[in-house]
């Protein structure tokens, strides 16, 4: 079975800009989390998508949105870009989600540079 | 609020050594405890998942414990190898929480051959 996959890899952007990310999950999960890794701040979760819906949402400015398609693919945007925005984003999918205690599976990440 | 403490930031031990990773939770109230590795760069890879109700997990060489009420969990590795080098990390979730993990900063392990 194929893991998580994420495109782009990297990317590297002006400020001002926007950009947007995709996930695709694990064949079967419905469950897409998007987290945000910096140096300075670690791991901090964005929000959760199960079944086309924003589940959850953690402390992110409304510039930072998302969304999950009919067949579980998410896409993040980030509009705006600040410098800070520069990090390691991280997908990862379940099948119910973390509230049913599912396992989460990541996927390798988008390095974004906001310059 | 949940803040999760790993302990120590970085470890280095020489091949073959036995290791003890070191996770704690300020809120017993979680639903599960989830340990990662992270390479450099790369993504998260689950290494082992404990439910509430149990107390410790085993693959292969590696062993988790989890004791609630104590807010704590121990990741044990055996018989290192330069290849367990990584960056591990433990996550909680509560059932309050909604769908979020959080995660400690992570332990930096290297093992020298």
């Known amino acids: 079975k194929a893991g998580v996959t994420q495109t782009p890899r990297y990317l590297i952007k002006t400020r001002g800009q926007q950009v947007t990310l995709s996930c695709s999950p694990i064949s079967g999960h419905r469950s897409v989390s998007w987290y945000q890794q910096t140096p300075g701040q670690g791991l901090q979760f964005l929000f959760e998508y199960f079944s086309e819906t924003q589940r959850n949402k953690g402390n992110f400015p409304g510039r930072f949105s998302g969304r999950q398609f009919s067949n579980s693919r998410s896409e993040m945007n980030v509009s705006t870009l600040e410098l800070g925005d520069s990090a390691l984003y991280l997908c990862?999918?379940?099948?119910?989600?973390?509230?049913?205690?599912?396992?989460?599976?990541f996927g390798p990440g988008t390095r974004l540079t906001v310059l | 609020k949940q803040e999760v403490t790993q302990i120590p930031a970085a470890l280095s031990v020489p091949e073959g050594e036995n290791l003890v990773l070191n996770c704690s939770f300020t809120d017993s109230a979680i639903y599960n405890l989830q340990w990662f590795r992270q390479d450099p760069g790369k993504g998260l890879t689950s290494l082992l998942l404990i439910q509430s109700s149990q107390r410790e997990q085993t693959s292969g060489r590696l062993n988790a414990s989890l004791d609630k009420s104590s807010g704590r969990s121990t990741l044990y590795i055996a018989a290192s190898q330069p290849g367990d080098s990584a960056t591990y990390l433990c996550?909680?979730?509560?059932?309050?929480?909604?769908?979020?993990?959080?995660f400690g900063e992570g332990t930096q392990l290297t093992v020298n051959p």
């Open positions: 996550a909680v979730y509560r059932e309050t929480s909604g769908s979020r993990l959080t």
């Open positions: 990862a999918s379940s099948q119910s989600g973390a509230i049913k205690g599912d396992t989460q599976y």
